[in-house]
């Protein structure tokens, strides 16, 4: 019995234009998109926006590393299908650009599993997180409102193109803000994980955070992730876990570096820290390291980049 509950019909009736709509929303759930905006962040976010910004920003890396080492022991775990549209690319149309067809058939094509969506488990920890950390950019209400409506969008996108049933999608969301409460729990010290008024979960205190605990809880998920892979015989979760436990000790690595008071990276600092990461990132999530190798890249990537403010402050303390 298949997972889908007539969404299919609904899609193949809309017009292209909703297609290449919804293959644009959804890079914004894409791994790469996800980790470029919250290194970001990380780097740049000042106290305008967040009341602890370099402490808030590692703290989601965190978090999304973790959802990344999740997903992957859930989605070999169940071993569940996407559906058969996802195996060939959907037809572009004729109005479109021929510079952007490669990437319309690339988006529109997915292999793996896909119980649950990862897309929209990431676009939920991603915008929701952010909502909660930008604690001085407006209300809380209107953040989480957006952090939602863009983690929607996302999710959505991936039934429009049909490489998710809605089912999928949904499981996505429910995970992704189950894992975003978690990750931020652990991040806090336990007095602040439940303040005197009986608050937890999604509030704005995101002082005390500390993102050492949810790194190295994404380690060991990981880990059990290729473990789970390798007894299921499956190479390719096997490199997506090990990049996960490799980024996730990188990063634990890289914030023993800071204090997590670090003014915003300098430009030629993150520059530099682009220049090293981004290559180092690229030979992870390709073939090009194969199975468990790619942990070492994509370690060092992400010890540079959460160590980035703190070399940052001593080159301008130098200067």
Known sequence: MGRGIGESAVVDALPDVAVVV????????????????????????????ASDPRRSGATLVAIVTGTLAALTLLKVGFGV???????????????????????????????????????????AVTY???????????GRRPRLALGGLLAVAVGLSRVVIEVHYLVDVLAGWLLGAGLLAAGLALARSFDDRVGFDGRSGFDDRSGS?????PFLAAA???VLGVLVAFGLGEPGSVADASVAVGTALGGAVGWTRCEGSEPPVSLPIAAGAFAVSGPL???????????????????LASAVILAAPRLSERVAGRN
């Open 81 to 123: 299908p996407r559906p058969p549209a996802a195996a060939t690319p959907a037809a572009a149309p004729g109005w479109l650009p021929a510079v952007l067809e490669g990437w319309f058939a690339g988006t529109t094509e997915s292999d793996g599993f896909g119980f649950p969506s990862g897309h929209a488990t990431g676009a």
């Open 128 to 138: 929701l997180g952010l909502a909660v950390v930008l604690d001085r950019l407006g």
């Open 209 to 213: 955070l500390d993102p050492t605990r």
């Open 22 to 49: 919804g293959a644009a929303v959804t890079t914004l759930g894409d791994t790469w998109f996800v980790f470029v905006l919250l290194a970001s962040v990380y780097w740049f976010l000042s106290q305008r926006f």
């Open 220 to 222: 060991a998920v990981g």
């Open 281 to 299: 990132w690229l030979l992870a999530l390709t073939d090009l390291a194969p199975s468990i190798a790619g942990a070492v890249p994509a370690f």
